[in-house]
């Protein structure tokens, strides 16, 4: 095999700054990690309410893996689906107000599952520019006329729906709800209008929103739209603290991808331990929304802060992206940081555009003001050494 072509493709991402590698860490707590054995405040992490050590979460895994072993044996058509994930798919369609649920391995191939089961090669899809990538992996699956609008922009959306408006094709608007690397939450009244307007499905991505927005319910619920959306996917492997995704729709949909989506139908179900923690963690988001008020009070206490040392920062979700623009520059501030006992990504392209590298702040209802204080005091001796 002629390795010099990935050898010399490898050479230009260290070049450019865009090398990536696996950092080991052992995660101490939620908010804590252990690097070559130093502890760090980790502030990169989509452990949103802190559930991966919660007691109650971690002794249903526990449960689950006794009761139900170690793994899944099959995929969910075969033998895989046992009396867990049909709880849990009860009670995610019951706390998303909608019919059904349907779980998938991941995020990404729920996303990817999804759109690219319903859409087809004389369909329309119209994709926000800032979607996540397994949007954009799915719509591409589809073979589907993909149609990219200005991000969160509803004149561009609605001149772009104007602009079709004579054709017969299925219809499909997709976007964030709350946008991963920006922050920033979908404009879904406006989308719900539209989608309305032009005889459209509208499919929202409540990965950062779910257990985050909307008092944990994500964003349809945010906008009081909950049975205005016709599909809300959603992540077990962030708010939840355990791994996988789901869609939440009607029983057509629901039943349709369990018969034509690819990716749930030709994998292996997840191991009932995932399933038992993600159930728990919902079970407790649904009957006490304590975490979801500590994690907004942390959220407002870091916004607070920052906006007093000069950085731009708003309250409305834990994602808080400083953006540098170089990429180089962002992977120097990481380092400093992290000399500072912080653990902050440098994130750059292709994750986001060329010229919009940035360092994105997670805030989790598991940090302390101690923790948040440091990190703060870390920006401003950055400011004070530039």
Known sequence: MNLIKYITLLENKRIEKLYRHCTEYYPKSPSTVVLEGKEYVMMASNNYLGLTHHPKVIQ???????????????SRLINGTHKLFTTLEKELATYKETEKALVFNTGYMANVGTISALMGKDDLIFSDALNHASIIDGCRMSKANIITYEHCNMNDLEKKLQSYGNQSQNKLIVTDGVFSMDGDIAPLDKLVWLKEKYNSLLMVDDAHATGVIGNGKGSAHHYHLDHKVDI?????S????????????????????????????FSTALAPANIG???????????????????????????????????????????FPIIVGDAEKA??????????????????????????????????ASHTEEQLNQVVDAFISIFNDT
């Open 232 to 236: 809300q996917l959603g992540t077990l």
């Open 277 to 319: 923690a993600a159930l728990a963690a919902l079970e407790l988001i649904e009957s006490d929304t304590t975490l979801i008020d500590k994690l907004y009070n942390n959220v407002k206490y870091l916004s607070n802060r920052l906006q007093r040392i000069g950085l731009l920062a708003t309250s409305h979700t834990p994602i």
């Open 60 to 74: 249903a895994a526990i449960r689950a893996l006794e009761t139900y072993g170690t793994g899944s044996g099959g």
């Open 238 to 265: 962030k708010a939840l603290g355990s791994v996988g995704g789901f869609v939440a729709t009607n029983s057509i949909i629901s039943d349709y991808l369990i018969n034509t989506s690819r990716p749930f139908i």
């Open 331 to 364: 992977l120097r501030l990481s380092d400093i940081l992290k000399e500072n006992g912080i653990i902050v990504t440098a994130i750059r392209p292709p994750t986001v555009p060329k010229g919009e590298s940035r360092l994105r702040l997670t805030v989790t």
